[in-house]
């Protein structure tokens, strides 16, 4: 009974903490306005939304990988793909649960988005430094 | 010996243990985080004890049983020492690090004096029993002030990046630990359960190290938006 009721407590806020750290990880890339070229290539217009994610990703592993997004995006992809579940599946009884799963699943696209950004800047770059050579 | 999957997380968990520790010294955030970067060090120390103990006497050995749950209880306190580090920072501007420090050690005491009384009427392997019983209940508790510690960090609108990033792994970790023992009670016989705690481990120096090298002392972040649910 104990270990049942500290099972349900740690899930919960696990949850919770989970939540909240990948949006600590979101919340960056939030205001970050997306370059043309990257809005043209995603189709992505003034906001992204939660459909545009498995897209942006496609094009992401088109990219040079960098090394120091990697952990980020695996958290993101886990946090995105939970929401997806969650949206196919309680937050047909709920719609404020709807409204809320889809809210978050556009700020992983946009998330995203910006990594995509910074892969082809990081493309760019190498470009250019192995031009000089 | 482990399996291999058991010595191969092992491995991962304290190379990660180490990258923190050179991560901190390399951004010259050492003594800033000192308790966290002690607990790593004492993690990797325990580490190197406990397979030096498992070559000498096997896994199935009482010597092994004895260091393992012993260092086990000790990392646990460690951690929690960690912790309430984090509370001071996050407290000490208002001036309450002294009654934090106090109010941890009574906390530490009283949960030590509730494992004993669980434990004491088993006479055969008292003192492991004891270790095993106080480091359950100091994640236990130590989830719960992270939780406290949370809270306080959206009131007080705290916005330091590595602080509040700190906090959610300790979080994470500390749920994901209190449900995989809690888990273990329920479902021991699964073999699944057994290497998640070794899957944690490697979890949390991986996170914070990313937020130490991700991040700088004055990075700031807007703590509101980070609330699982929007009132």
């Known amino acids: 009974m104990m270990a049942a009721f500290i099972l349900a407590f740690s899930l919960a806020t696990l949850g919770m903490f989970f939540v909240s750290y990948c949006r600590s990880l979101v919340a960056a890339c939030t205001q970050h306005t997306l370059s043309a070229e990257v809005r043209d290539v995603t189709g992505i217009r003034a906001v992204a939304a939660g459909r545009d994610y498995t897209r942006v990703v496609q094009l992401l592993q088109l990219c040079p990988d960098r090394v120091e997004d990697r952990t980020k995006l695996r958290a993101i992809s886990l946090y995105h793909f939970l929401l997806t579940f969650l949206q196919n599946t309680a937050a047909k009884l709920a719609p404020s649960l709807l409204s809320w799963t889809e809210q978050e699943r556009a700020h992983c696209a946009q998330f995203a988005a910006v990594m995509l950004d910074r892969r082809i800047a990081f493309s760019r770059e190498m470009l250019a430094q192995q031009a000089e050579l | ?231």
């Open chain 2, 1 to 231: 010996m482990p399996g291999s999957v058991a010595l191969f997380l092992w491995c991962v968990g304290t190379l990660l243990e180490v990258c923190f520790v050179v991560c901190s010294l390399a951004r010259k955030a050492f003594f800033r985080y000192f308790f966290l970067n002690l607990y790593f060090i004492l993690s990797v120390l325990t580490s190197a004890a406990r397979f030096l103990t498992l070559n000498a006497y096997g896994s199935s050995s009482d010597q092994y049983a004895h260091v393992y749950y012993y260092t086990d209880a000790l990392l646990t306190v460690a951690l929690f020492i960690a912790l309430i580090s984090l509370y001071s920072l996050v407290f000490g501007e208002l001036g309450f690090s002294k009654q934090i420090r106090f109010a941890a050690v009574l906390l530490l005491l009283g949960t030590a004096a509730f494992s004993y009384g669980v434990v004491w009427q088993s006479e055969e392997r008292l003192a492991t029993s004891f270790a095993y019983e106080l480091s359950q209940n100091l994640y236990f508790v130590g989830l719960v002030l992270t939780y406290i510690l949370w809270g306080a960090v959206l009131k007080l609108r705290e916005a330091r990046t590595r602080l509040v990033q700190f906090i959610l792994s300790l979080g994470l970790y500390f749920s994901a630990y209190a449900a995989s023992y809690a888990l273990v009670n329920l479902a021991d016989k699964f073999s699944a359960v057994q290497y998640l705690s070794q899957l944690l481990a490697c979890l949390l120096p991986l996170s914070w190290s990313v937020t130490m090298l991700r991040h700088t002392e004055d990075s700031r972040i807007a703590t509101a938006p980070l609330v699982a649910v929007q009132r």
